[in-house]
T-cell receptor, first 109, second 112 residues
Framework: RKEVEQDPGPFNVPEGATVAFNCTYS??????FFWYRQDCRKEPKLLMS???SGNEDGRFTAQLNRASQYISLLIRDSKLSDSATYLC??????????FGKGTSLLVTP | DAGVTQSPTHLIKTRGQQVTLRCSPK?????VSWYQQALGQGPQFIFQ???????QRGNFPDRFSGHQFPNYSSELNVNALLLGDSALYLC???????????FGQGTRLTVV
C-alpha cells in the first residue's frame, strides 16, 4: 500500500459546484495532515493544515477520520481560480513529507 | 520576510554532466528538505538537512548528494545525469517537525 493515495481525477466541475477529494494514508501514527495546492508548473502552497478531526476556512473544509485513515477536502461554491492540483500530504515516521500524486481540478464557466 | 528562494529557475544539462542547485530557506527556518517532482507525480523526498548534517534520506541513489551551510542554505548536487533526472526540484524549509513546509519556486531541470 502506498503511503498516501488520492483520487487522480481530473475533476471537471462548473462554477458554483461543490467538489470533494479523498485521500487515504498508511502511517497511523501521523498527528498532522496537510492539503497543498499546486498551480501548473509552480511550487506547492499550503491550503489547509489538519491537526484534529477537521478544519474549515471559508469555502474549504478538511475532515479527518483517523479510524479509517482517511482525509477529505471539500470545496464549496467553486471558482474558476480554484482550478489547480490538490496534494494530500502526510508526514512520515521520520522527517519526510509523503505526498499523494495529486488530484487535478478544473472549474469551468 | 523572504520566503524560500531557489536558483537557478531553469537548467538544461547533457546526459552525464553534473549539476548543483541552490536553496535559501525561509527566515527563521533551520531545516531544509529537497524533493523531486516528475511530471504528473507528487513530490518525492530526496533528503533533509539539519545542523549541516543529512538527517534523513529518501530512496535516491548516491548520485544525489547535498550540503547545508552554517547560514542554513543548502545545495543539491546530482552527478552523472540521466534523462530520467529531468524534473522539478523543490526545496522546502520548516521550522519544526510535522509543521507546514514552505516551498521555493523550484528549479526545472531538463536533461538532454
Amino acid at each position: 500500500r502506498k503511503e498516501v493515495e488520492q483520487d487522480p481525477g481530473p475533476f471537471n466541475v462548473p462554477e458554483g459546484a461543490t467538489v470533494a477529494f479523498n485521500c487515504t494514508y498508511s502511517n497511523s501514527a501521523s498527528q498532522s495532515f496537510f492539503w497543498y495546492r499546486q498551480d501548473c508548473r509552480k511550487e506547492p502552497k499550503l491550503l489547509m493544515s489538519v491537526y484534529s478531526s477537521g478544519n474549515e476556512d471559508g469555502r474549504f473544509t478538511a475532515q479527518l477520520n483517523r479510524a479509517s485513515q482517511y482525509i477529505s477536502l471539500l470545496i464549496r461554491d467553486s471558482k474558476l481560480s480554484d482550478s489547480a492540483t490538490y496534494l494530500c500530504v502526510v508526514p512520515s515516521r521520520g522527517y519526510a513529507l509523503n505526498f499523494g500524486k495529486g488530484t487535478s481540478l478544473l472549474v469551468t464557466p | 520576510d523572504a520566503g524560500v528562494t531557489q536558483s537557478p529557475t531553469h537548467l538544461i544539462k547533457t546526459r552525464g554532466q553534473q549539476v548543483t542547485l541552490r536553496c535559501s530557506p525561509k527566515s527563521g527556518h533551520d531545516t531544509v528538505s529537497w524533493y523531486q517532482q516528475a511530471l504528473g507525480q507528487g513530490p518525492q523526498f530526496i533528503f533533509q538537512y539539519y545542523e549541516e548534517e543529512e538527517r534523513q534520506r529518501g530512496n535516491f541513489p548516491d548520485r544525489f548528494s547535498g550540503h547545508q551551510f552554517p547560514n542554513y542554505s543548502s545545495e543539491l548536487n546530482v552527478n552523472a545525469l540521466l534523462l530520467g533526472d529531468s524534473a522539478l526540484y523543490l526545496c522546502a524549509s520548516i521550522r519544526d517537525r510535522n509543521t507546514e513546509a514552505f516551498f521555493g519556486q523550484g528549479t526545472r531541470l531538463t536533461v538532454v
